[in-house]
């Protein structure tokens, strides 16, 4: 990127100045004896053309929309159109959640993001023993297509793109939305939206598995396929660092594990015969914003580069679609504090323009509150507004990849990226990321445990925490789920249940179970058999029997 | 100095996946010279009462962020009370609002350790219960 002759006049210059350095330390004693990023990568005091000698900038920059797409997957960006301000809601009943999402459409949010309670995510029923305490609590609780219906009363589902946070049973929720959107007089190929479906994140970390690896990948995989063919817009996984990086990872590890859980994925459609042009422009991502501010802007530049480099490279896709990897981001829940939940606000801010400067697609910005409970409706309006001021007060929208070109940020991309293909060198060379579940919970697991000891000794400043404490009175006006929730929904699905055809809905499970024996496509048989109001329950009841469940090692 | 070393069971009620707490304070209760067992997810009351009994263990220590503690919590109480472990010592942690603490405390359980606390306060609580 620099002619040598530059190059040389700067290394002498910097020569000269170092020794001068060395003399200020002397006087003016740094702050810590050690400074560097939370992934582990050196800082030093100053970068220069002379951390970049190395590099050509068409190679590893190019430019915004094109290959390798570290300065972002769209030639204009923000320019335009902003990023999808797309807030996480749902709690208790389907009545609740539909209030909710209404009030935040009216404020401005442009699209929808489903929370779905435990026992949903789970596969259970909400009368299920194992659902007992923690109906509605987390999410709303979703059995069948009827509280679907409630769930997107009066929200058109041909004009809004919903994004669902569900994994292991995503196929049979993304078969009630289809039948819901159908009901409301759409097509298939008018809805748009994006379902999790990221189940090896799952075994990873974040623990709502059902099925083990092998019929899980081929759910997915049917679910690829289907979607390829009926509805294109949908993003058919969101493949997940976020959780890796709530758990503990840094964010080098949140790069690797990530993609190379990308890689499992995509193996598995092209093993299942699928073309990976015909999937891959639908694969999309999910990370995390931490605190590390310009560390989070350099991660989002090299995950983009890395995606593009396998999907080309490694799986030869043809198409430029192929190679973007867009994704959506979320601050770092676990940022958040309990003590001074106001100073929340600003965590959440700075890690919100971290996103935004790294160029995503799609933004949830977490509420004050979430250290202490459910956020209100209060805190998730600030949180909202933050988006705003990012996206139309500050200017940072005005142009592509503003910190693209500092000696800094670049620098740090490529170290990002470098220690990313090392942790992707060592799980490919474990047999991928179904046979490295355990290694890469043992690696985040020491993270977590590093993270908390720098806290406990005082290495890392927590505001609040270990640092600036205050006398404070408890909180109030925190969201509380009504205990009720639990006893209602049950009521609920005991009186649709005995309101069905028994016949009609036992002939649909046993399809269930025949085509799951088989090597067909489920999605199909899912779509029938929820139209007939058979439960999320019954149908994973009978996967359950059908492929047995996934057993978690102990790791830590 | 053949002292006892304290058994913990560090356990996840309930159907929620985040154990990166769990998994922490158990590794700081380890290497602060405690037997530790951890349970791993989906654990019913029935379950952990039963592996607590099983490991013989002085203290058994919840982890919970769905918010299903109010339920749970009190019933792993209850259970270690009916099969004659009453003296085992019960704490929690989690996402746990302030105002359900009484309840919890008034249910059997010990003390409840909210974001932010050191590992240190946690080890110590424990080594101070249970001489």
């Not at chain 1, 958040?336 to 996103?355: D, G, H, K, Y």
Request: glycine residues 8%; charged residues 25%; hydrophobic residues 40%.
């Amino acid at each position: 990127m620099f002619k040598q002759d530059q190059l040389d006049k700067i290394a002498t210059k910097k020569e000269k100045w170092a020794a001068k350095l060395e003399e200020t330390v002397k006087k003016r004693p740094e702050r810590q004896a050690e400074f560097a990023v939370d992934s582990g990568i050196t800082i030093n005091t100053v970068y220069t053309p002379l951390d970049l000698a190395d590099r050509d900038y068409d190679k590893d920059l190019g430019l915004p929309g094109e290959y390798p797409f570290t300065r972002g997957v769209q030639p204009n960006l923000y320019r335009g159109r902003l990023w999808t301000m797309r807030q996480y809601a749902g709690f208790g009943s389907a009545e609740e959640t539909n209030q909710r999402f209404r009030y935040l459409l009216e404020q401005g949010q442009t699209g929808l993001s489903c929370a779905f309670d435990l026992p949903t995510q789970i596969g259970y029923d909400s009368d299920h023993p194992l659902a007992r305490g923690e109906v509605g609590k987390v999410g709303v609780a979703i059995d069948s297509l009827a509280d679907m219906e409630t769930l997107f009363n009066q929200i058109p589902l041909g004009k809004v793109s919903t994004s669902m946070t569900i994994n292991a049973p995503a196929g049979v929720l993304l078969a009630m939305y289809i039948a819901c959107a159908e009901k409301q007089g759409f097509k298939k190929s008018e809805i748009n939206g994006t379902i999790q479906n990221d189940v090896i994140k799952e075994y990873i970390c974040r623990g709502t598995y059902i099925l083990p690896p092998e019929p899980s990948m081929r759910l997915i995989s049917n679910i690829f396929e289907f979607c390829s063919k009926e509805i294109p817009q949908w993003n058919t996984i969101s493949i997940s660092g976020y959780h890796i990086r709530e758990a503990g990872a840094t964010a080098a590890q949140e790069i690797a594990f990530t993609l190379a859980d990308g890689i499992a994925y995509v193996d598995a459609a092209i093993k299942s015969g699928l073309d990976v042009d015909n999937f891959g422009p639908r694969l999309s991502f999910f990370f995390n914003a931490h605190l590390n501010f310009l560390e989070e802007v350099a991660k989002f530049r090299a995950a983009r580069r890395v995606w593009a480099k396998i999907m080309k490279e490694r799986f030869g896709a043809k198409s430029p679609r192929s190679w973007t990897l867009r994704f959506h981001t979320q601050t770092a829940g676990v940022s958040l504090t309990a003590q001074q939940p106001m100073v929340n606000i600003m965590r959440t801010a700075f890690e919100a323009l971290s996103a935004v400067l790294g160029g995503t697609q799609s933004l949830h910005t977490n509420s004050y509150d979430e250290a202490l409970a459910l956020p209100s409706d209060a805190s998730v309006m600030i949180a909202l507004r933050t988006q705003h001021v990012i996206g139309y007060e500050i200017g940072v929208c005005d142009l592509v990849d503003p910190l693209g070109g500092s000696y800094y940020i670049e620098s740090l991309t490529n170290s990002l990226e470098e220690k990313a293909l090392d942790y992707i060198a060592k799980i490919d060379a474990l047999g991928g990321a179904v046979k490295a579940i355990e290694y890469m919970q043992k690696e985040i697991h020491n993270s977590a445990y590093q993270y908390q000891l720098a806290i406990d000794n005082k290495k890392k400043t927590v505001i609040g925490v270990n640092r600036f404490q205050m006398e404070e009175a408890p909180p109030t006006g925190l969201l509380k789920v009504d205990l009720s929730v639990g006893d209602i929904q049950v009521a609920k699905l005991t009186k649709m249940k005995a309101g069905r055809d028994q016949a009609k809905v036992k002939a649909l499970l046993e399809k269930v179970r025949t085509t799951a024996m088989s090597e067909a496509n489920l999605m199909p048989v899912f779509i029938d058999a929820v139209k007939e109001y058979v439960t999320l329950g019954e149908i994973c009841g009978v996967l359950r029997e059908v492929f047995g469940e996934y057993k978690q090692q102990i790791v830590f | 100095m053949s002292e006892k070393r304290i058994r913990v069971l560090v356990a996840k009620p309930g159907l929620d996946g985040h154990d990166r707490g769990a998994k922490v304070i158990a590794q700081a209760l380890r290497d602060g010279g405690m037997e530790v067992v951890y349970t791993g997810l989906r654990q019913t009351p029935e379950q952990i009462v039963s592996a607590a009994l099983q490991e013989d263990v002085d203290v058994v220590g919840m982890s919970i962020l769905s918010g299903a503690h109010a339920t749970l919590f009190p019933e792993v109480v209850n259970l270690l009370r009916a099969k004659g472990a009453g003296d085992v010592l019960v704490v929690g942690g989690g996402i746990i609002p302030e105002e359900d603490i009484p309840a919890l405390k008034a249910a059997g359980v010990a003390e409840i350790f909210g974001p932010g606390t050191p590992l240190a306060n946690v080890v110590n609580y424990i080594k101070d219960k249970i001489k």
